[in-house]
């Protein structure tokens, strides 16, 4: 079983994936700590997520591509995060018929845009464990030192509004697309972390049925 997560940053998407791939011991795959691990060797990716921008279709398709291979991985995955584009879509669906496996659900998380900023503003991420919280919806214990934590470059609004104009521009045709091929199911990302994850459960639960 194949599954994709999409929404606009700050949608809580990638925690109902870990919560997912925890409970369905499936494999989860972070498109952005993925991407944020390549810039640390990669000087071009770097530049690129720093502006705001999303690294070009068909190298990040192949960057994928060579993770998955090398770990030997192709099926029992979550998604989060890609594609986000139609022409990576393109790409993803010849490599799921080349390894001989399907995407079985999709969820877009949906939130608003006053919402998205807010959540990832609140953002904040500790350098020497990589751990990300957010002030507002899950915030640090209390043996965490606050003062050590710092705001990435892409969580600061300048960079958030053109992420959500990419998402508008490139995502939303995507889900479109989507919906003409695979079951996807727009859920609504601002309820409570619980109340949304029993909801795509039960979704998995009824549709094997």
């Known amino acids: 079983m194949n599954i994709l997560f999409l929404g606009p940053q700050g949608s809580g998407?990638?925690?109902?994936?870990?919560?997912?791939a925890q409970k369905f011991e499936l494999f989860y795959f972070d498109n952005g700590g993925f991407l944020r691990e390549l810039a640390k060797k990669n000087d071009v990716v770097r530049e690129t997520i720093n502006s705001g921008?999303?690294?070009?279709?068909?190298?990040?398709?192949?960057?994928?591509?060579?993770?998955?291979?090398?770990?030997?991985?192709?099926?029992?995955?979550i998604f989060d995060g890609f594609p986000r584009t139609i022409e990576q879509y393109d790409f993803f669906k010849k490599w799921l018929s080349d390894k001989k496996v399907t995407l079985d659900f999709v969820f877009v998380l949906i939130?608003?845009?006053?919402t998205t900023i807010e959540r990832l503003s609140a953002r904040r991420m500790d350098p020497a464990t990589g751990i990300i919280y957010n002030l507002i919806t899950n915030p640090p214990s209390a043996e965490v030192n606050m003062d050590s934590l710092v705001q990435r470059e892409d969580d600061k609004p300048e960079a958030i509004k053109k992420r959500l104009q990419i998402y508008k521009e490139m995502t939303e045709p995507?889900?479109?697309?989507?919906?003409?091929e695979s079951k996807v199911f727009e859920i609504d990302g601002e309820r409570a972390i619980d109340e949304i994850q029993k909801e795509i459960e039960r979704i998995i639960k009824n549709e094997k049925n």
């Open 111 to 114: 939130i608003r845009e006053k």
């Open 174 to 180: 995507l889900v479109n697309k989507l919906k003409e």
């Open 13 to 20: 998407k990638g925690t109902q994936a870990r919560l997912l």
């Open 53 to 77: 921008k999303l690294v070009p279709n068909k190298e990040m398709a192949s960057y994928i591509e060579a993770f998955f291979d090398e770990k030997q991985i192709w099926d029992g995955i």
